[in-house]
């Protein structure tokens, strides 16, 4: 991709699992798998899947909050893989992230004034008037207003610290913005009110956003692309309209029919997955969907579900399968034939 801001390429993150109750070995967690992604400038990637398929994780992972197991990471031209503490302290000016609670991810012993000031203290940026006229800014951005800089995160409501969170972020002028599920702690009418400030903030900031979120419908509205998870995989990555018109892989699909119809004049045949999600630290071998997948079923078992995993198309990676349709990716050896 042309003008790609983020690139990921074959990341991974596992986690060492603890002993069993009965003195069983060490495990690993395979929480990310071999992910490989871009995101190009000014655009947003909705980044989906079940939950504990590994997004957060993921998400987190490119920032370095977790520090990867493997791979590379260049966001804004920098292999932020590479960088050592110092400058990756200076380099989190341009990346940053908002939370899923905004409630936990607030000092309760701040105000909000020294919420927004800290990290303009730690970049050092400006002195203290300075700071204090940006801190006023960052609120009026949000639609909160200066005054309430004096007050406690106890005293807002979810939106408002949402908000907070929102403004937080944006303190140092960040290029690329991680958006931790920011909607799953709110009310249905306070979510359209973050969702179109973020798409406000994108535009006039110029803005590139990897949203993560469990809601296809608010995915589909903000989104330019979707990248779909299952156990620390991309199985499917497409332009939003492409995905949602026709998706290439059985679990999309599954997940697509599971969004509720607001047209009661179309009906949607529901596809319900049987089985539990495999653990991560024990994945099944071929395509890790497969003891699941209606389709592996429906085509009598074939071997090569078994054996053989189906990859994403990635420029210096172990990746198996080209590209479906034009700019369409979906990691499966019969993609499409449920659409």
Request: with cysteine; glycine share 10%; hydrophobic share 40%.
């Amino acid at each position: 991709m042309s003008g790609a801001l983020v690139s990921v390429e074959n990341l991974t993150k596992h986690f060492a699992a603890r002993p069993g109750l009965f003195g069983g070995g060490k495990g690993v967690i395979k929480a990310v798998d071999g992910v490989s992604l871009e995101i190009g400038a000014g655009q947003t990637l909705g980044l989906v899947g079940e939950s504990g398929c590994g997004k957060s994780t993921l998400g987190r992972a490119i920032l370095r909050l977790h520090e990867p197991t493997s791979g590379r990471v260049v966001i804004d031209g920098t292999d932020v893989t590479a960088l050592a503490s110092g400058p990756l302290r200076a380099f989190r000016k341009r990346a940053q992230i908002i939370f899923q609670d905004p409630y936990a991810s607030l000092n309760p012993r701040m105000t909000v004034g020294a919420i927004l000031d800290e990290p303009l203290v730690v970049h050092g940026l400006g002195d203290a008037d300075a700071r204090k006229r940006r801190v006023a800014e960052l609120l009026d951005v949000v639609g909160l207003r200066p005054e309430v800089a004096a007050r406690y995160p106890h005293e807002f409501s979810g939106g408002q610290r949402q908000r907070v969170g929102i403004a937080r972020a944006l303190a140092v002028e960040p290029r690329f913005i991680v958006a931790d599920e920011p909607l799953s702690a709110l009310d249905v009418s306070i979510q359209a009110q973050i969702v179109n400030l973020l798409v406000e903030l994108q535009r006039e900031h110029e803005l590139t956003y990897l949203f993560i979120s469990h809601d296809l419908k608010i995915v589909e509205h903000l989104c330019d692309r979707v990248a779909v998870m299952y156990l620390g995989r991309v199985v499917e990555e497409a332009p939003a309209a492409a995905l949602y018109a026709r998706p290439l892989h059985p679990y999309t699909v599954a997940l697509l029919s599971a969004v509720p119809e607001i047209d009661p004049d179309k009906k949607r045949t529901r596809l319900i997955l049987e089985g539990d999600v495999p653990s991560p630290s024990a994945p099944p071998p071929g395509c890790t969907f497969h003891p699941r997948c209606p389709l592996y079923a429906k085509k009598d078992r074939p071997e090569i579900c078994r054996t053989s995993a189906p990859g994403l198309a990635v420029k210096d990676g172990p990746a198996t399968i080209d590209e479906k349709e034009p700019g369409h990716r979906a990691a499966c050896h019969f993609a499409g034939e449920l659409s």
